[in-house]
């Protein structure tokens, strides 16, 4: 290990610090009322811990993490989520599996409403049904596109990028942010929540149809189905994409319920936490967000997986799918200097629970799918493989090892669209937050940087005869 470029007291790890686990069933019916309510709370406690430890060291930066991406640095404040390297996400202290279990469902449902999430994510508490069923119908009268919007998308070139239409579809919207407006007009700074909420749920309500009029404009032939009132955003998401699948909709509630929120240190929801640091409005903050996500270090990676799943099912041939023969084909894959992509993370050391569920939900709706069939012998055997080639720190699948072959198994085989419909869902955590932060009042982020001379010299002041 390099030395740090500060000495500082041991800290606990995270295994050691516990979860603050999420609050049952708040009385108000209202999200911005509940959410009203926990602002004094909440500036309290950040007053009560500033004042008690605010000259107190949080932890270290090493040279080394300083040039690899800022790796595990402890240095900002995310309030949605925290993820722990063993057990994986958890969403206000609530892991997968009890969002699963506690959070309200669609009629007749067993996955998890986005919206439910949503109001847990904002308030740390859990909402009841009569909540989520009163969030969902305002979100419904939020979503509507203006016709400029929707004329804006179907005058986009085909065959430009859907998550460059997407970030552009956002950015476009920004002409009628509520913050933006206030603050031209003055707003004090007590008041900067009021208009990023409005914002926030405008922006996550409509994000749907945005994307679905995206789908239909480069796949089919533009057009779309009216959003239905009663239906939930999942339900209405997959209708307006043209699909009426029952086991879709519910994969939807799942899949928008698991991208929503992975900590605040990955790309997408760090660019909205810094851009929206200037004060700069959910539009501005979130199509920033998209930017990053379309990397293929992050978002991209579900469907470099699915073209891997593809390339590794021809390549077996007619081969029967044994573990056998897929262990072969793995080392086949390793020893010609390539990767299995979707195994390994920057964080998690045990398989990823997002994995896990989507296996979950795999195991219950669906039978004799080849291409199902193989991510589950690849879990089967990858791990074993990867752990013997010794190259690997972490050799358990994360979340996109598994969710392309779903949308493929319901008809949504459009690969350059899946990182759009993760974005979709990333709204649903990185939206919360900036909404948070602005009720907070959190700092522009302005962090510092070191040149290498300057490191150097750093280093040969702390440790004149060299570091061993």
């Excluded at 579900?302 to 799943?309: A, Y």
């Excluded at 939900?361 to 055997?381: G, S």
């Excluded at 979340?399 to 493929?408: K, M, P, R, T, Y």
């Excluded at 974005?423 to 522009?444: C, D, E, H, K, Y």
Aim: hydrophobic share 40%.
């Amino acid at each position: 290990m390099l030395p740090a470029l500060r000495i500082s007291a041991r800290v606990p790890t995270l295994k050691c610090l516990g979860h603050k686990t999420a609050r049952f069933f708040s009385s108000e019916q209202n999200l911005k009322d509940a959410f009203a309510n926990k602002i004094p709370i909440w500036k309290k406690e950040q007053k009560e811990l500033l004042t008690k430890y605010g000259d107190k060291i949080l932890g270290t930066c090493t040279v080394e993490q300083a040039y690899g991406g800022m790796r595990s640095v402890k240095s900002m404040v995310y309030e949605t989520s925290l993820l722990d390297p063993v057990e994986g996400i958890r969403f206000r202290g609530l892991t997968i599996h009890e969002c699963q279990e506690k959070l309200p469902k669609a009629p007749g449902g067993q996955e998890p409403l986005p919206e439910a999430l949503l109001w847990l994510l904002l308030t740390g508490d859990v909402p009841t049904t009569a909540q989520t069923q009163g969030l969902i119908a305002d979100l419904n009268k939020r979503a509507p596109l203006p016709d400029w919007i929707e004329q804006t998308i179907l005058n986009f070139p085909k065959d430009l990028h859907p998550m460059t239409q997407f970030s552009m579809a956002i950015l476009a919207c920004q002409k009628e942010s509520q913050f933006a407006q206030r603050y031209q007009a003055g707003m004090k700074k007590a008041d900067y929540w009021d208009p990023t909420f409005e914002d926030m749920l405008t922006l996550i309500a409509r994000l749907p149809r945005i994307a679905a009029l995206i789908y239909r404009h480069v796949y089919r032939n533009g057009e779309i189905t009216k959003l239905e009132n009663t239906s939930d955003m999942s339900e209405n998401f997959v209708r307006m994409l043209g699909f009426d699948n029952k086991e879709f909709m519910e994969l939807m509630r799942l899949y928008l319920v698991i991208h929503s929120d992975h900590e605040g240190g990955n790309v997408s929801a760090h660019t909205s936490h810094l851009v929206g640091s200037a004060l700069s409005d959910c539009y501005l903050s979130l199509s920033a967000a998209m930017n990053g996500l379309a990397g293929p270090l992050h978002g991209l990676a579900n469907q470099e997986v699915l073209r891997f799943i593809k390339d590794f099912k021809k390549d077996m041939g007619d081969k029967p799918l044994t573990a056998d023969a897929v262990k072969e084909q793995c080392w086949k894959v390793l020893n010609s200097g390539r990767v299995i992509p979707g195994y390994g993370h920057a964080v998690l050391r045990k398989t990823d629970p997002r994995f896990s569920s989507q296996a979950e939900f795999a195991k219950k709706h669906i039978k004799n799918d080849p291409m199902v069939d193989l991510v589950t012998l690849i879990y089967q055997v990858a791990p074993g493989v990867l752990t013997e080639h010794g190259k690997t720190k972490n050799p358990w699948p994360n979340v996109d090892a598994h969710s392309g072959v779903l949308l493929v198994h319901y008809g949504l085989e459009e690969e350059n669209f899946y990182t759009v419909m993760f974005g979709v869902g990333r709204a649903l955590g990185v939206l919360p937050m900036l909404t948070i932060s602005r009720a907070l009042g959190f700092s522009l982020e302005r962090p510092k940087s070191l040149t290498t001379e300057a490191i150097k010299k750093t280093m040969e002041i702390m440790y004149p005869h060299g570091h061993t």
